[in-house]
């Protein structure tokens, strides 16, 4: 039977499931059962429209549903899907906390429903290449990113560069650099987190971040992102000299400038609703969430006034952004460990106990 597949958060990012689904419903592979938006979308033809979710559930009976909306709303919402009886696609972050995380297992484990989580570069083949040629117990695996977002970027939804809303750059746009540096790290499970977080414009979040977690081993996962860069720098999981250009699919495995594209993504909904082994299970994004939380409970970031606008006018720039990202993730030394005059010491976090931890403590770790 043809599973019919309905989404809720039709608008904005929405776009891109709409896509998939016209994609799949094309190929005969599922239905379109419902689209549901709080605003007014364009249509679908033939494809009901609903306000609310729940009168969205009660009617159209939808197999799976794709639920892309703010993370503080997914929780509710996803309750609710499970409830109905479908299966989930559930847009990365899949949730805000960890209770959240653990009550949301709860209900999928009652429930018999499946739920996969949307960071979509975990199918890719590239990165089971990577995975493969790679040692998962190096000491040091890292991400890099440096993009640019100008300031109409932080104007797109209430929500929008708002810390507790997760729309900090590693939890939002860079959680996928982030997801696929611990995906490679398989089984790291971080006891210290060390954050540096900064701002080069008025938002209540952070365009610009540094991670460091370490295990009790002493390994480290390390990220380094902006969303204030002139130059690109595409997003890169680092191991040695092995890079994953993860939204490209290229890979290179020595320090030459020299990439091989490896083509071929599973898409995450077409696993859904396969019935195959899913290929990101809401526990896969356990340390993620763990992470991720304690990222947004961490103090505000450091404001940066060395900046210079953009070429097109539309927001400021760091010099240099691009250079940094890859220097923290090659060496692992944060902005604050080299001497970059506008970086502050990290905010340290123990993630066993979920207390911070003074520089001295850290020492001793």
């Known amino acids: 039977m043809t599973a019919r597949v309905a989404l809720i958060g039709a608008g904005g990012h929405g776009h891109s499931h709409r896509r998939t689904l016209k994609d799949l419903a094309g190929r005969g592979v599922l239905e379109i059962a419902a689209l549901c938006d709080r605003n007014p979308v364009e249509p679908e033809p033939g494809v009901p429209f609903f306000e609310d979710h729940r009168a969205m559930l009660d009617a159209a009976r939808p197999d799976a549903v794709i639920i892309c909306t703010p993370p503080h709303t997914h929780l509710p919402l996803a309750l609710d899907c499970l409830a109905a009886g479908a299966d989930l696609l559930l847009e990365k972050p899949p949730v805000t906390t960890l209770a959240e995380h653990a009550r949301l297992s709860e209900a999928v484990a009652a429930s018999g429903r499946r739920v996969q989580v949307g ?42 560069g708002k810390q507790a809303a997760f729309d900090g750059a590693l939890v939002n746009p860079f959680a996928h650099a982030l997801m696929q540096a611990l995906a490679v790290a398989d089984g790291f499970e971080p006891e210290l987190m060390e954050v540096e977080r900064y701002r080069t414009r008025d938002i209540q979040t952070d365009d610009c971040a540094f991670l460091r977690l370490t295990d009790s081993d002493g390994r480290r996962v390390v990220a380094a992102v902006s969303l204030a860069s002139a130059v690109f720098v595409a997003g890169e999981i680092r191991v040695g000299e092995a890079v994953l250009e993860y939204p490209t699919d290229r890979v290179r495995y020595s320090d030459t400038q020299e990439h091989t594209e490896i083509p071929g993504r599973i898409g995450l909904l077409e696993n859904l609703i396969s019935g195959d082994p899913l290929i990101v299970p809401l526990e896969r994004t356990r340390t993620f969430t763990t992470v991720a939380e304690a990222l947004v409970a961490s103090p505000e970031p450091t404001p940066i006034t060395t900046t210079t606008p953009h070429p097109d006018g539309s927001g400021m720039t760091l010099p240099g952004i691009d250079v940094l990202v890859r220097e923290v993730a090659s060496t692992g030394r944060l902005p604050s460990e080299s001497d970059i005059p506008w970086a502050v010491p990290p905010h340290r976090v123990d993630l066993i106990t979920r207390k911070g931890v003074t520089h001295a403590q850290a020492e001793h770790r």
């Not at 995975?131 to 117990?137: E, G």
């Not at 695996?141 to 797109?156: E, F, H, I, L, N």
């Open 119 to 160: 960071f979509q570069a975990l199918g890719s083949a590239a990165l089971a290449a990577f995975r493969a040629a790679v040692d998962p117990a190096a000491p040091l695996v890292s991400a890099a990113g440096a993009w640019w977002r100008p300031d109409t970027y932080y104007r797109r939804a209430p929500w929008a």
